[in-house]
């Protein structure tokens, strides 16, 4: 596999229903941001094929969030 397209991100910290409203007003499938409901980790929130949303918030050491 090749990487065809790099883009710098900037992250934002943001409440869910923020970054819900960020992913609308956007043509992006998803979202990256720091949760600032959960101390700032790193979360990335998705456009599902039925409609509602979803979360990833990835472990730190093998600890969940």
Known sequence: PVIIHKENFRMKPLFP???IMDLE???RPFIVFHNAKNNGRIA???RRKDG???MIEPEL???AA
Do not use: P, R, T, V
């Open 17 to 19: 229903d923020e970054a």
């Open 25 to 27: 007003m956007s043509e």
């Open 44 to 46: 990335i929130l998705f």
């Open 52 to 54: 509602e949303y979803g």
């Open 61 to 63: 050491n093998g600890q």
